[in-house]
């Protein structure tokens, strides 16, 4: 099932143009990192993409599974791209998969099957030492205040960042309940983040080579990943 992308708009008081809101970056990110656009990656199921001067393909699914709906409800799907350029070392290829279950019961919502999501990494069609794996937080009642915030590690080639699901746009004090990027740590230091908002993405790359490298890996993984939350917005 293919879900709508909903994304958010800055609607400006007077004149008529409007523009993708962006999500707030961690402090000290702005300053020590590139920001490398990711494009072509929007609402689709497969097609092409470019990162930076880098580029390759991707494919996904997403389904929804509804029990008296919106009683219970479980999302599974999967996704795929592969990536090459003078931004990764050979050419780089993932496949990873999504599952949660989520009981709705008035205004109160229980998640039995916590979102989990999974990727593995292949360089030249043989496996690498990578994985990626990003969970919901909060326990089976999930978040006390809604919110859909999730964790991750992800391992690279003897780098390992965590991921934290980021939920503030610029301008705005209030977050939203679903993350509209993530950032990635090292050591317990923000080192980088990508921006999933919009039709483009942008991902906030730091500088020394093995550590830009890792954290787009990870970008294309988080930005091909349809979050069960857009799918359930889209039936």
């Known amino acids: 099932m293919r879900p709508l992308y909903p994304f958010i708009l800055l609607l400006p008081l007077?004149?008529?143009?409007?523009s993708a809101a962006r999500m707030a970056l961690p402090a000290g990110v702005t300053h020590s990192t590139?920001?490398?656009?990711?494009?072509?990656m929007?609402?689709?199921?497969?097609?092409?993409?470019?990162?930076?001067a880098s580029s390759g393909?991707?494919?996904?699914?997403?389904?929804?599974?509804?029990?008296?709906?919106?009683?219970?409800?479980?999302?599974?799907?999967?996704?795929s791209f592969e990536l090459s350029g003078p931004d990764v070392s050979?050419?780089?290829?993932?496949?990873?998969?999504?599952?949660?279950?989520?009981?709705?019961?008035?205004?109160?919502?229980i998640t039995p099957g916590q979102l989990r999501y999974v990727c593995r990494f292949q360089r030249d069609g043989q496996p690498v030492a990578a994985t990626l794996e990003l969970q919901g937080r909060g326990g089976v009642l999930g978040a006390l205040d809604g919110s859909e915030a999730r964790d991750g590690i992800f391992e690279y080639d003897g780098v390992r960042l965590r991921i934290r699901s980021v939920h503030r746009v610029e301008g705005s004090p209030l977050p939203l309940p679903q993350p509209i990027g993530y950032s990635f740590s090292r050591?317990?230091?923000?080192?980088?983040?990508?921006d999933l908002n919009g039709p483009d993405k942008r991902l906030h790359a730091p500088t020394e080579p093995r550590l830009r490298e890792a954290t787009l890996v990870a970008a294309m993984a988080l930005a091909v990943f349809w979050d069960p939350a857009e799918v359930d917005q889209g039936n």
Not at 93 to 106: H, K, L, V, Y
């Open 34 to 40: 590139t920001e490398i656009a990711i494009t072509g």
């Open 57 to 79: 393909r991707f494919s996904r699914r997403a389904d929804r599974l509804g029990v008296m709906d919106p009683l219970f409800v479980a999302n599974r799907g999967g996704s």
């Open 42 to 52: 929007g609402g689709g199921q497969s097609g092409r993409f470019t990162a930076g």
């Open 187 to 194: 050591d317990g230091q923000e080192i980088g983040a990508v």
């Open 90 to 109: 050979g050419v780089l290829a993932a496949r990873c998969g999504f599952s949660r279950q989520q009981m709705n019961i008035g205004l109160i919502s």
């Open 14 to 18: 007077a004149g008529c143009s409007v």
